[in-house]
């Protein structure tokens, strides 16, 4: 059981170059996240998809598109890649509501 | 929505020692955890606890959600203790809302 894997951990991109970040899960959840964190902010939510089929933006969503594409993987597609996007990112999941999250490993992105 | 203060938001410690860390929330909650974050960046889930009281060896906590806090309790302070703890909670229907964390050091 590998939990939440995230793929890839470390990446450099130059500005306006464009990244997908994958995410796999195989806990059978059926809710997945993205979240970034950045010094001193804690994490923030990106998107998330509550259900299969389902996509919603979350705090932070401007300059980010997602897709669900089964319910094992949810990848983050950077179109754009800017500076103010270096951080790094968590995928996360959990079967419902008022369930537990569990987190992925990371990915450590830098846009230079 | 829903906010969520953590302190103190660093906090040093000698190897042995004993600590609380506090987690305030501005609405009611369905949900809470709490995680650390290790020196190499993993989250870790330490607790889930909307209501009530757990241990887990040397940590332990309370989450009082009429009064709208929640506090982890770590006995016997270890270096590997060291990292930063989050708190994150689920308000209604929305999303895991986190803290700003609290940064642990733990020196020998």
């Known amino acids: 059981n590998a939990g939440v894997t995230q793929t890839p951990k470390f990446q450099v991109l130059k500005t306006g170059q464009s990244m997908t970040l994958q995410c796999a899960q195989d806990?059978?959840?059926?809710?997945m996240y993205w979240y970034r964190q950045d010094p001193g902010m804690g994490l923030r939510l990106i998107y998330y998809?509550?259900?299969?089929?389902?996509?919603d933006k979350g705090e932070v969503p401007n300059g980010y598109n997602v897709s669900r594409l089964n319910k094992r993987e949810f990848s983050l597609r950077l179109e754009s890649a800017a500076p103010s996007q270096t951080s790094v990112y968590f995928c996360?999941?959990?079967?419902?509501?008022?369930?537990?999250?569990?987190f992925g490993q990371g990915t450590r992105l830098t846009v230079v | 929505g829903i906010q969520v203060e953590q302190s103190p938001p660093d906090l040093i410690l000698q190897e042995g020692a004993n600590s609380t860390l506090r987690c305030n929330f501005s609405?009611?909650?369905?949900?809470l955890q709490w995680f650390h974050q290790n020196p190499w960046g993993q989250l870790i889930n330490l607790f889930y606890?909307?209501?009530g009281t757990k241990q887990n060896g040397r940590l332990s906590a309370t989450t009082v959600a009429t009064e709208r806090y929640s506090l982890l309790y770590i006995s016997s302070s270890q270096t590997t203790d060291s990292g930063v703890y989050f708190c994150?909670?689920?308000?209604?229907?929305?999303?895991?809302?986190f803290g700003k964390g609290t940064m642990l050091l733990v020196s020998p």
């Open positions: 996360a999941t959990k079967t419902g509501l008022n369930t537990e999250a569990f």
């Open positions: 806990m059978n959840h059926n809710s």
């Open positions: 998809s509550a259900s299969e089929g389902t996509t």
């Open positions: 609405d009611s909650v369905n949900n």
């Open positions: 606890i909307p209501s």
């Open positions: 994150a909670v689920v308000a209604g229907y929305s999303t895991l809302t």
